[in-house]
T-cell receptor, first 113, second 117 residues
């Protein structure tokens, strides 16, 4: 059974810092990996999708990478802003556990002004 | 529609009652997923539809839970004899599913918050 760990569970940083969120999968046979943002009481907003043939994706100040040999992904946020405060979740799909995404518990990020 | 729409946004019911939650996916998306999220946790997979058929229902916790997608668009999640432990946010997602691909990018609705008293 695929299990996903996200480290750290919570993070508080001053505005302007660069930061890295980590995600790891017990089954490294990941097909697609997706990072989401969730604001309190809201649904999930897609940030980045790394598809099977890719290793990295960038959008604005966000960069996500996937190491398929280890089953680990990182989300890099540059020059953090208070508006980045939210919970960040990673999710992976793979042929070994059906065609659905398995989610991590999330990292709760607070960016202080 | 422009995004995934879920109704109701909030539902409060009494233990033992029957509940229906509705999901209207992004137009043209053939794949539809239901997830359940408890406070402080990541979403937990329930069921996945490809078109009208349930391709994977391995996440449904027991036979009180059932979902349908009769015309390959709107889906309804049905919960019979609700229990307090069913209280959670039920999330729906849809995906454009290219032929031969495993999964595409998921787009989520705002969720339906179910409270069982």
């Amino acid at each position: 059974k695929q299990e996903v760990t996200q480290i750290p569970a919570a993070l508080s940083v001053p505005e302007g810092e660069n930061l890295v969120l980590n995600c790891s999968f017990t089954d490294s046979a990941i097909y697609n990996l997706q990072w989401f943002r969730q604001d309190p009481g809201k649904g999930l907003t897609s940030l980045l999708l790394i598809q099977s043939s890719q290793r990295e994706q960038t959008s604005g100040r966000l960069n996500a990478s996937l190491d398929k040999s280890s089953g680990r992904s990182t989300l890099y946020i540059a020059a953090s802003q208070p508006g980045d405060s939210a919970t960040y979740l990673c999710a992976g799909s793979g042929n070994n556990y059906g065609q659905n995404f398995v989610f991590g518990p999330g990292t709760r990020l607070s960016v202080l002004p | 529609g422009a995004g995934v729409s879920q109704t109701p946004s909030n539902k409060v019911t009494e233990k033992g009652k029957y509940v229906e939650l509705r999901c209207d996916p992004i137009s043209g998306h053939t794949a539809l997923y239901w997830y359940r999220q408890s406070l402080g946790q990541g979403p937990e997979f329930l069921i996945y539809f490809q078109g009208t058929g349930a391709a994977d229902d391995s996440g449904l916790p027991n036979d009180r839970f059932f979902a349908v997608r009769p015309e390959g668009s709107v889906s309804t999640l049905k919960i019979q004899r609700t229990e307090r432990g069913d209280s959670a946010v039920y999330l729906c997602a849809s995906s454009s599913f290219p032929s031969g691909a495993s999964t595409g990018e998921l787009f989520f609705g705002e969720g339906s918050r179910l409270t069982v008293l």
